[in-house]
């Protein structure tokens, strides 16, 4: 008698799915099961990207990339890549339509400021100069290709005019270029004077006679700073301002001074006669974001009228400060602050702060990213130091 057997293949009934699958279906629990693992698995407090909240991702400038411009730089952050290159030409006193009442009114505030004793006079100068005359003109754009939502073709993007006035505001608050950089002079020859033999002393821009006649700008220089970002993969600013501040660092001015004879502007060509700009300090940015744990604590808080007292029962909200965020935790923070800070003589200076999206982040949380900042501004130094 034959027996027959019956086998089947069991199914797995198993509906596990692989990170990568996990994180595009429910990528804000895919994020705070990574900042908030259970206690009985002793495992710390990561990002999905493995790292921690205060935590940048690693950075690397590279000076002198482009051979056309004066200037250049490569900066990453991560897989953030940002090229700038800066280009001076030079604005003529004389294509200025408002450059004698200009003069008239810098003469005017430098003999007030003198008789006051103003030390900061010639930095108000400086900055009254640059911003009047428009001699910075950054300018951001996004590579095709940098990310997916962007298509061949299309206009400007909110995010590119965006972070074009935001370079060109902090280029202004920590008034990082001087105008003396830019500015062209020529020295007019004393004809009184029995030296003015030699016609070619009137000419050296970096001469003043005694007693002579006073020095006048012929000239500016305009630098016009051109950003591309390569790839967007979150943080854009801080490494768009990356390559702008290595790109300056590494600008050289030619020498120019006023011919008189054919009333232009003439350069030498020699790269040793080109000059560094002096730049005041080294400001740098640092961003932050606010990761809440529960999502619908912002709206609970305005439909549910006890929700406060709710949150009060069951703790405090869950909530991390993410140092550098990329693409996939900025799409999950709606709340972000940048701090700007420098430092004199081993002290740390905040040169601007800004938050905006949320009230989540309070005044002890800000003294907590300045700290953070200022050791963020110690290893950038090193960074852009070793350019």
């Not at 099961?33 to 921690?52: I, K, T, V």
């Not at 008789?115 to 910075?136: F, K, R």
């Not at 074009?164 to 270029?177: D, E, F, K, P, Y």
């Not at 006023?258 to 030498?268: F, G, Q």
Request: with cysteine.
């Amino acid at each position: 008698m034959a027996s027959s057997t019956t086998t089947s293949n069991p199914i797995s009934s198993s509906l596990s799915l692989p990170p990568s699958q996990f994180a595009r279906l429910q990528p804000h629990a895919y994020l705070l099961a990574h900042l908030s693992p259970p206690p009985a698995s002793n495992q710390p407090s990561l990002r999905a990207n493995g790292r921690a909240a205060s935590q940048f991702r690693v950075t690397s400038a590279n000076p002198g990339s482009l051979t056309h411009t004066n200037g250049s730089a490569v900066a990453r952050i991560g897989e953030t890549t940002a090229v700038c290159g800066v280009r001076a030409e030079i604005l003529h006193t004389k294509d200025i339509a408002s450059w004698s009442v200009l003069q008239a009114s810098s003469e005017q505030n430098f003999d007030k400021s003198n008789e006051a004793g103003v030390a900061e006079s010639q930095d108000e100068e400086d900055q009254g100069h640059i911003q009047d005359l428009n001699l910075l003109v950054p300018n951001l754009s996004l590579s095709t290709g940098c990310a997916p939502g962007l298509t061949p073709g299309a206009p400007p993007s909110a995010l590119a005019q965006s972070l074009s006035h935001q370079i060109l505001s902090l280029l202004h608050t920590t008034r990082l270029v001087r105008a003396d950089d830019l500015r062209i002079w020529y020295q007019p020859p004393n004809l009184d004077s029995e030296e003015f033999r030699n016609a070619g002393e009137g000419m050296d821009v970096d001469a003043e006679e005694s007693g002579g006649p006073e020095r006048e700008i012929k000239a500016f220089w305009v630098l016009y700073i051109d950003v591309m970002i390569l790839s967007l993969a979150g943080n854009t600013f801080d490494a768009a301002w990356t390559s702008v501040l290595a790109a300056l660092r590494a600008t050289k001015l030619p020498k120019a001074w006023w011919d008189a004879d054919n009333e232009t502007i003439l350069c030498s060509d020699d790269i040793a006669d080109a000059q560094k700009l002096s730049l005041r300090g080294l400001p740098v940015s640092s961003s932050f974001c606010s990761f809440e744990g529960d999502v619908a604590a912002d709206w609970r808080a305005v439909v549910i009228p006890d929700a406060e007292e709710q949150k009060q029962k069951k703790g405090a909200q869950q909530r991390w400060i993410l140092a550098d965020p990329d693409g996939y935790e900025e799409g999950l923070s709606q709340e972000r602050a940048s701090v700007v800070v420098d430092k004199e003589n081993g002290k740390t200076v905040i040169v601007k702060m800004e938050k905006h999206g949320g009230w989540a982040v309070d005044s002890d949380d800000m003294r907590q990213l300045v700290d953070v900042s200022a050791q963020r501004w110690d290893e950038m130094k090193r960074i852009l130091d070793q350019c």
